[in-house]
């Protein structure tokens, strides 16, 4: 689970990268833009559903302050989703094309809280799935 995690996190990342490189641009390239917003979509659900289904053992596993801190975690992402969801509603391809500039400040806003919870996810979580990875997958088996 650490490892796909891992994996995810850097696929995030590296859109999240291809994106800022995409928007330091100083005319939209919509085709790329796109691609790369739905690859960054995917990742990040991925991510989100992993998470999730691992949760509640974390938790279960876990010290009080801990279980805080995963909770915590698990709201902040769901109100992060809703956030997400509504950047990509609003932003539709042809509203990034007539309002770039207005678009790059927004979706800087978006990428710059996305990597801050990469480091939160791994701040909290690594630890806990490299101490409880085996308990993890004898469960799953």
């Not at 805080?68 to 709201?75: E, F, K, N, P, V």
């Not at 992402?77 to 609003?90: C, D, F, P, W």
């Amino acid at each position: 689970m650490l490892d796909k995690l891992r994996q995810l996190h850097v696929e995030i990342q590296e859109n999240l990268d291809a994106i800022k490189d995409l928007t330091s641009m100083p005319e939209p390239d919509v085709g790329r833009l796109a691609s790369t917003r739905l690859a960054l979509t995917r990742a990040s659900r991925a991510r989100t559903l992993l998470l999730e289904s691992m949760y509640d053992e974390l938790i279960s596993g876990s010290s009080e302050p801990t279980k805080a801190a995963i909770g915590a975690l698990r709201a902040e992402g769901r109100a992060n989703l809703m956030v997400s969801i509504q950047h990509i509603a609003h932003w539709s391809l042809p509203e990034i094309a007539f309002r770039w500039t207005e678009y790059c400040m927004a979706s800087a806003t978006i990428q710059s809280a996305m990597r801050a919870r990469i480091r939160r996810e791994v701040d909290l979580i690594y630890p806990l799935l490299s101490s409880s990875e085996i308990n993890l997958s004898r469960k799953r088996a």
